[in-house]
């Protein structure tokens, strides 16, 4: 039996011993439960011609906050490079297949013969004959848990 006087010390070493050891540290500025994924080679942090900001988020971010700081993919990209799932990037493509009714928020996008799922705004120009290309602002994220098909969830630009 410990003696009165080892209480205090039996509590502090109990609180040391429930300490998370060897875990990734939290980043209290990311929205991610854990830190993002590094990013690959297969991104072009380089905007195509014409496109604002370099791609390259401020020193210390884990994520863009604004818009012109997110890289520039291409939808097939979004679709295929592992690095990108949970980043956020922007995606240049055109608008087809907007949701009615319960899939109003719903549309997708395509660039080069690839197309992808994107839920949020929908953009007033979206049509099945749209040809006026958009550049949007998303989070990369799998269609449903465990799935290997991926979403944008559209980010305010």
Do not use: N
């Amino acid at each position: 039996m410990p003696t009165r006087s080892a209480y205090p010390l039996l509590l502090i070493l109990s609180i040391a011993a429930c300490r998370p050891r060897g875990e990734v540290p939290r980043d209290p500025s990311s929205p991610r439960p854990v830190a993002g994924p590094a990013v690959g080679p297969a991104v072009s942090p380089q905007a195509r011609p014409g496109g604002e900001g370099t791609g390259v988020p401020p020193k210390g971010s884990p994520f863009p906050g604004r818009a012109d700081e997110a890289p520039l993919v291409r939808v097939q990209e979004a679709l295929s490079v592992d690095s990108l799932l949970g980043r956020r990037v922007r995606v240049s493509g055109h608008c087809t297949a907007a949701g009615v009714g319960r899939r109003a928020g719903s549309w997708t996008l395509e660039d080069a013969g690839s197309s992808i799922e994107v839920r949020g705004l929908v953009p007033s120009t979206c049509a099945v004959q749209s040809s006026a290309e958009l550049t949007i602002f998303a989070q990369i994220e799998p269609a449903a848990s465990g799935s290997r098909e991926r979403l944008l969830l559209r980010l305010p630009d």
